[in-house]
Each structure stands twice: as structure tokens, then as C-alpha cells.
């Protein structure tokens, strides 16, 4: 039988490397993106040693770029069974009122312009797919609870759940299904980047609690990814044991 083909946005770090790791473990054939060449290649010659690995230098931000690349797959990669539109990232994390508008449409053009290049340009390769295709949309908690300094990156994230369920609509037919999955809190390099490359800031956000990992994220994945075809999964909210909700917020003088 011939593999399966992954396709992941954002496999350079924390959960888009942990989902290619567990995807090759089950003998999937992986189409691995990111921006970070090095850390890519290093991926692709760990992965290629179990599983067909196709690594593409990609800014999703870049509509034209992600157009060509997918169009340019090798034969043996054209036949995509499920997409992961994993990249993004936070910035800023102050009050709106506080922060450089360059950050907020840095988190616009990945979280949504980048997400909504990669699924526009696989669309035909995963309708062709047909029965048992994904579309496996990485959303946030943040996109259902809003939080001081959260503005346009929760905002995004609301923008992928509502994206997930419009898109299911429109393939109603085709086979192909859509999923939001949001975790919560979870330990990758998500801190440091959002906070601006500050390791003591970052360490910060997970000290004295116990976070999702990587891997818990990439285990969802996989279970959304293999339930028999006649199942979708809309969302999936996912956090740690130990992270709720707080109180309102009333402002007093
Ligand atoms: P990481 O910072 O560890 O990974 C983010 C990945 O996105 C990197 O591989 C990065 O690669 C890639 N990326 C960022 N911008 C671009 C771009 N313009 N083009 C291509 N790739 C890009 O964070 P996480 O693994 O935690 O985040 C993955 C996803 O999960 C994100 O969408 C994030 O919003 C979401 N999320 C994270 C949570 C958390 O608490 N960690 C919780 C809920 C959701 P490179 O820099 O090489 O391009
Ligand atoms: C990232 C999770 O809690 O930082 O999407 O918003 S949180």
C-alpha cells in the first residue's frame, strides 16, 4: 500500500517538528515547511532515514511562493492526504494601544493570509484525495477567550475556527474534512518568539504550572488525522489540567 502524505506548515519547532516526527513513525510520507532552512534540512535528513521527506524553504506569508512550491511537488508527493496549517506566531503581548502596528500585520499575513495561501493552493490536490482527506487547522484558545494583549493574534485564531467551519461547508461532497483545533496553553519556542526572543520572559509564561507539550498536540493530530473517513472532528479544545477560565474583569476607580 502506498503512504499517506502529510503536509505541515511551520514543522521547524515545537508542534509542527513533534507532528512530523509522529506522522513518520506511522509511515507517512511528509512535506515539511518553515522558514529556518537549516533547522528544515536537519528535519528532513533525521525523517528521511524512515519515510519519504519532501522539505520546502516557504514563507507562508507569500502567496505567489506557496502557489509555485505546490504546483512544483515532485509526482510522488502531488497526492496530499492531509494538511496541517500549523504555522503562526503571537507578537506584542501588550495593550493594543501599546504596540507596533508593523506585529499586528506580521500575525495577520501568517495566522491568516499565510493559512488561507496553503489551503487555497492544496484545495484541488486534496479534493482529488477525496474520502478521508484533512484539513487540520491550528487554532488557540485564544480564538474563543479573549485576554489582555491577545487582540489581533486571538482575533486570528477566532478567524481560523470560523474559516474551518465555512470551508467544511463549501466541501460538503468532496470527502475532504475540516478541522479547528485549539489548544491551550503548551510549551514550545511560542514564548520566546511573542516575546520578542526574551528566554527569561518565555520561561516565565510556564513557570510553576505544567503546560501541554509538543508531543500532547501532535497526538491529537494523529487521532483526528486516521478516524475512519465518515468521521469529522469540527473543533477540539484542548489545555492543560491546569488552566480554566478567571473572573470578569471590573474596572473600579
Ligand atoms: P513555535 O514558535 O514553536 O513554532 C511556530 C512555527 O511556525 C515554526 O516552525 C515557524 O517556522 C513557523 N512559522 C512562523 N511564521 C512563519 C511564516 N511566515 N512562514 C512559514 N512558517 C512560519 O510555536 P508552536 O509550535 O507553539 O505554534 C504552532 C501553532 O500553534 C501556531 O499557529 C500557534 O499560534 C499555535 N498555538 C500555540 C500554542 C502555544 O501555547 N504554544 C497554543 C495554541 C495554539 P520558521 O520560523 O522556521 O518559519
Ligand atoms: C496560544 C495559547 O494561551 O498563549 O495560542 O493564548 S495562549
Redesign the pocket.
Known sequence: MLSKTLFI????????AATARRFARDGWSLII????EE?LFALANELGALVPVHPLK????DATAVADAIACLPPEFRQVHTLVN?????LAPAAMQNVALADLHTMIN??IT?VVNVTHALLPRLIETGAGANIIN?G?TAGEWPYPGSHVYGASKAFIKQFSYNLRSDLMGTGVRVTDLA????E???SV?RNSGDQAAADAVYKGTVPLS?VDVAEQIAHIANLPDHININRIEMVPVRQAWGPYAIFRE
Open positions: 506548515t511551520g514543522a521547524t519547532s515545537g508542534f509542527g515547511t518553515g522558514r529556518r533547522r516557504l514563507d507562508v506569508q500549523n504555522a503562526g506566531l503571537a501568517t495566522n499565510g491550528i488557540s489548544p491551550g496553553i503548551a514550545t519556542e511560542f518568539v509538543a
